[in-house]
C-alpha cells in the first residue's frame, strides 16, 4: 500500500527534498506551500500523512495540527521544528501531532520517526479491520475478501448517522448485515423495525409505515403509531424498497426530507428521529430510468451503498457455511453428531447456488431433516449440485455416475446448463453468438443463465 503523504513547507529546497526521500521510500506525495494550501488540499483528498513545518504563514503549524486533529483525528501529522522550538513541538503534540523532528533533520531520524507513524497506521487499520470482522462474523459467516472488505465498510460507516442502502441478490443476507450495522451503531440499544415493501398493498403499507387514525379507512378500528414511530430514535429497515409503490415513494421522501410523519387521517405531523437502510435486490438506476423509482428518493436512500456479493463470487465462503449450517440445524433437530462425507464440500462448491445463501441453507436443511443414523444422503441436494462436478463441464452423458439417482427433469437441466457452458466458452462470452449457436432468442438465453446461475458470464456484444 502507498501512503498518501503532504508535505508543508514554505521553503521550496525542503519540500522537494522532503518529496524525494519519502518518494523513494515508496510513499505518495503531494506538496502544499504553506497551512492554508494544505488545509485546502487535505479537505479535498484523503491523506495518510502530513508533515508540516512549524513556522509559516498565514496558517503555521500549530494551527495546522488543531484544525486538521478536529477535522480528522485519524490523520497522522509529523512537525518539523527548528532548533530551539522543541517547546512548540510540545505544544503541538498535545495539540495532537503525532511526532516531530528538527531541521536541519538527520536522514535516519526523519525515516525513524515517519516508520513509527506508518506502523502505527498499519496498525490502525488491522485493528479496524479485525474489530469489524468480529462485530460483522456475529450477523454473518464468511472467509472471503470481499466479504472482509464489506465487513471493514460496516465498520466504518455504521457508528455514522447516515442512511444506507444495501443491495444484493436475493438471498446472499442483506437482512444479516443491516442486523450488523445496527449492532454497530449508537442506536444498538433502540428499537430496531423491519418492513418489507412488497408485502402489502399501497394502501395499507401507508398505513403500516405512517399510522393511521381510527376510521380512516375501511378496517382501521383504532389508532396506530406507524412503524416510523414505533422505531422512533432508532433504526428502520425498508426490506424490498424497489417494490414500493411510486406514489408511496413520494411520501417517504417528505418523511425522510422533513423529519415528520402524518398517519392516514390525521391533520397534524409528529417529529420523529429514525435512521434508515434500505435493501433491494433490484437494479434502482434502471428502475429509475424506467420511471418506477423516484430518482430523488433514490438519491436519498444512496448516501452510502453496500454491495452484498453473490455467493458464486465468494466460493471461499461456501463450506465454511455449509458447516455453521450442519451444526446449528442438527442441534435444532436434536439428530446428534452427523457423519459427512467429504466429497459433499465438493459438490457444493461445485454449484452455482443461484438463490445464494438462503438456497444453501434451505438445502443443508433438507440434508440434515433427512439424514438416517447421522448418515446424509447427498442425492437430496440440488440437482445440479448432484450432477456438477466441475461447473465448466457438460454433463450430457446420462450414464456418468454423478448422475445416477437424479430425476430426468435433473438430467435434462443439467444436460442443458452443460450445452449453456459449452456455447459461451465457444464464443468467448458472447451472449449474442451463443444464443446463435443454441437456437435461442437472447431473451430465453437470458432467463436459462439466471436460472442456471450463471448470469454473471459473458457479454451482452
Not at 458447516?323 to 462448491?349: C, M, N, W, Y
Request: aromatic share 6%; net charge negative.
Amino acid at each position: 500500500m502507498k501512503y498518501r503523504t503532504l508535505v508543508v513547507d514554505d521553503d521550496a529546497g525542503v519540500r522537494y527534498t522532503l518529496a524525494e526521500i519519502l518518494s523513494d521510500a515508496g510513499l505518495q506525495v503531494e506538496l502544499a506551500e504553506n497551512g492554508q494550501q494544505a488545509l485546502d488540499k487535505a479537505r479535498k483528498t484523503s491523506f495518510d500523512l502530513v508533515i508540516s513545518d512549524l513556522r509559516m504563514t498565514p496558517v503555521d503549524g500549530l494551527e495546522l495540527v488543531r484544525i486538521l486533529h478536529a477535522e480528522q483525528p485519524q490523520l497522522k501529522v509529523i512537525l518539523v521544528t527548528a532548533h530551539g522550538s522543541e517547546r512548540h513541538a510540545v505544544e503541538a503534540m498535545k495539540l495532537g501531532a503525532y511526532d516531530y523532528f528538527k531541521k536541519p533533520f538527520d536522514l535516519d531520524e526523519l525515516m525513524a520517526v515517519v516508520g513509527r507513524a506508518l506502523e502505527s497506521l498499519r496498525l490502525s487499520a488491522e485493528n479496524e479491520r479485525l474489530t469489524s470482522e468480529n462485530n460483522f462474523s456475529q450477523s454473518l459467516v464468511f472467509r472471503s475478501p470481499s466479504m472482509s472488505r464489506l465487513a471493514v465498510l460496516v465498520g466504518r460507516v455504521a457508528p455514522r448517522d447516515v442512511t444506507i442502502l444495501i443491495d444484493g441478490e436475493s438471498g446472499t443476507g442483506k437482512e444479516r448485515v443491516a442486523e450488523a450495522i445496527v449492532r454497530a451503531s449508537a442506536r444498538s440499544e433502540r428499537a430496531f423495525i423491519r418492513f418489507n415493501c412488497a408485502s402489502l398493498t399501497a394502501e395499507l403499507a401507508e398505513a403500516e409505515l405512517f399510522g393511521h387514525t381510527k376510521g380512516a379507512f375501511t378496517g382501521a378500528q383504532r389508532n396506530r403509531n406507524g412503524l416510523f414511530r414505533e422505531a422512533n430514535g432508532g433504526t428502520l429497515l425498508l426490506d424490498e424498497i424497489g417494490e414500493l409503490d411510486l406514489n408511496l415513494q413520494a411520501k417517504l421522501l417528505r418523511v425522510l426530507q422533513e423529519s415528520e410523519v402524518r398517519p392516514v387521517g390525521e391533520d397534524r405531523s409528529f417529529a420523529i428521529d429514525v435512521r434508515i437502510i434500505a435493501a433491494t435486490h433490484r437494479n434502482l438506476v434502471e428502475l429509475v430510468q424506467a420511471g418506477r423509482f423516484r430518482d430523488d428518493l433514490y438519491y436519498r436512500l444512496k448516501v452510502v451503498t453496500l454491495t452484498v456479493p453473490p455467493l458464486r463470487e465468494r466460493p471461499e465462503d461456501i463450506a465454511v457455511l455449509a458447516r455453521h449450517f450442519l451444526q446449528r440445524i442438527a442441534e435444532r433437530f436434536g439428530t446428534g453428531p452427523l457423519r459427512v462425507p467429504g466429497e459433499l464440500f465438493d459438490k457444493l462448491s461445485a454449484y452455482a447456488w443461484p438463490g445464494n445463501v438462503r438456497e444453501l441453507e434451505n438445502a443443508i436443511e433438507a440434508l440434515v431433516a433427512l439424514s438416517i443414523d447421522g448418515e446424509l444422503d447427498l442425492s437430496q441436494l440440488p440437482g445440479q449440485a448432484v450432477a456438477v462436478a466441475n461447473p465448466s463441464a457438460p454433463l450430457a452423458d446420462t450414464e456418468d455416475p454423478k448422475a445416477q439417482g437424479l430425476s430426468l427433469k435433473q438430467r435434462v437441466e443439467a444436460y442443458e446448463r452443460g450445452q449453456i457452458v459449452t456455447a459461451l466458452e465457444a464464443t468467448g462470452g458472447n451472449r449474442r453468438e451463443t444464443a446463435l449457436r443454441l437456437g435461442l432468442s437472447r431473451a430465453t438465453l437470458h432467463d436459462k443463465l439466471h436460472r442456471y446461475g450463471l448470469a454473471a458470464r459473458g457479454d451482452e456484444d
